[in-house]
Nanobody, 122 residues
Framework: QVQLVESGGGLVQTGASLRLSCTPS????????LGWFRQAPGKEREFVAA????????YYEDSVKGRFTISRDIAKDTVYLQMNSLKPGDTAVYYC???????????????WGQGTQVTVSA
């Protein structure tokens, strides 16, 4: 069974950085898209960033452009989300997901990780 193993969340202060990682296990895909979504308390899940594994094409939600960077390590079969200049509004549970549909819509993803908490204090 496919699993998405996430790590890297934590509690940081405003302006700090964190790097999230996501490694799909037990898969045989040659081409897929991996996305990061987040959900804050009382809010709907929202798109953050995504990367297409085969061609490294990247997508970002407007509020994170210039602060967050999504990247892949082919040798480690891992995708990273480097988050800089974090703000309290970035506080949420962050989920990685794998799919083959729309890159910015949650319905475009089939497999989801368990989520990792990111908390940014003021």
């Amino acid at each position: 069974q496919v699993q998405l193993v996430e790590s890297g969340g934590g509690l940081v202060q405003t302006g700090a950085s964190l790097r999230l990682s996501c490694t799909p296990s037990r898969h045989t895909w040659n081409n897929y898209r991996l996305g990061w979504f987040r959900q804050a308390p009382g809010k709907e899940r929202e798109f953050v960033a995504a990367i297409t594994w085969s061609n490294d094409f990247r997508y970002y939600e407007d509020s994170v452009k210039g602060r967050f960077t999504i990247s892949r390590d082919i040798a480690k079969d891992t995708v990273y989300l480097q988050m800089n200049s974090l703000k309290p509004g970035d506080t949420a549970v962050y989920y990685c997901a794998v799919g083959w549909g729309s890159p910015t819509q949650s319905m475009g993803y089939t497999y989801w990780g368990q989520g990792t908490q990111v908390t940014v204090s003021a």
